[in-house]
């Protein structure tokens, strides 16, 4: 493939919040995106933006964790966008709760999404990558990676991802293909916005007491997110991989 030729670019969850603002920031770096979702028609406000502002995207319709599903949404992409050589897996789902409250139900669901969907979505992916010796694959894990009460399922699935990344990069290295993930801090975005309802404040509250413990003294933002991913999917990004970079305003122990 040719440098000049136009990437197309996957970024799964895309409907809203950092997916949402990743595929707006892809298609501003010049990739078609193709935008998934669990409901397609979520999807509709991401793609009129991408072309609203001269771009190409494609909304789809897609359960991550299904197999079926994956491989009829990646030949779709590939079919009327071109081969996707950029997958940035960013679909996510809350199922919080203690330990001892957790349904085996909510553990199935976070890994489903999470870990399985990553896995479906990169496989179906790398041949494409392979094929045109060229590739770009963001996992984005969480700082609940490193522990975060209430969310043993949640921090379980974004630990495992960054070890899925690692791996990622020493098994595709050779083919040209470059896996990194993304871990942010505290996000402001519909998930949080849950997780401030679950533990009984109002989000602005939520928000306000989260930037006191943060460095900068602000909560992040999903551009803050989608520019580091933009990083990690550019051309220039050759020679960066099985890195997981701490997107969360300070640093973390």
Not at 55 to 72: F, K, N, Y
Not at 82 to 93: K, M, Q, R, W
Not at 161 to 171: C, M, P, R, S, V
Not at 213 to 233: L, Y
Request: glycine share 12%; proline share 2%; aromatic share 6%.
């Amino acid at each position: 493939m040719s440098t000049t030729e136009q990437r197309v670019a996957i970024v799964t969850g895309g409907a809203r919040g950092i997916g949402a603002a990743t595929a707006v920031r892809l298609a501003a770096e010049g990739r078609a995106v193709a935008v998934l979702d669990l409901d397609e028609a979520a999807c509709k406000d991401t793609v009129e933006a991408i072309k609203a502002a001269g771009g190409r995207a494609l909304a789809v319709g897609c359960d991550v964790s299904d197999g079926a599903q994956v491989e009829a949404a990646v030949a779709r992409v590939a079919s009327e966008l071109g081969a996707p050589t950029i997958l940035v897996n960013n679909a996510g789902v809350l199922r919080d709760n203690l330990l001892f409250k957790m349904t085996e139900t909510d553990w199935d669901t976070v890994m489903n999404v999470h870990l399985r969907g990553a896995f479906l979505m990169s496989k179906a992916c790398q041949k494409h990558m392979v094929e045109a010796k060229f590739g770009r694959i963001v996992n984005l894990s969480s700082s609940s990676a490193l522990g975060n009460r209430g969310q043993v399922n949640y921090s379980a699935a974004k630990a495992g991802l960054q070890g899925f990344t690692k791996t990622l990069a020493i098994e595709l290295g050779k083919f040209g293909v470059t896996a990194n993930a993304v871990a942010p801090g505290f996000i402001a975005t519909e998930m949080t916005a849950q997780t401030a309802a679950r533990v009984g404040m109002g989000f602005e509250d939520f928000q306000a007491a989260a930037a006191t413990q943060i460095p900068v003294q602000r909560v992040g933002r999903p551009d803050d997110v989608a520019n580091a991913i933009a990083f990690f999917t550019g051309e220039a990004a050759g020679f960066v991989s099985g890195q997981v970079m701490y997107v969360a305003g300070g640093p973390l122990n």
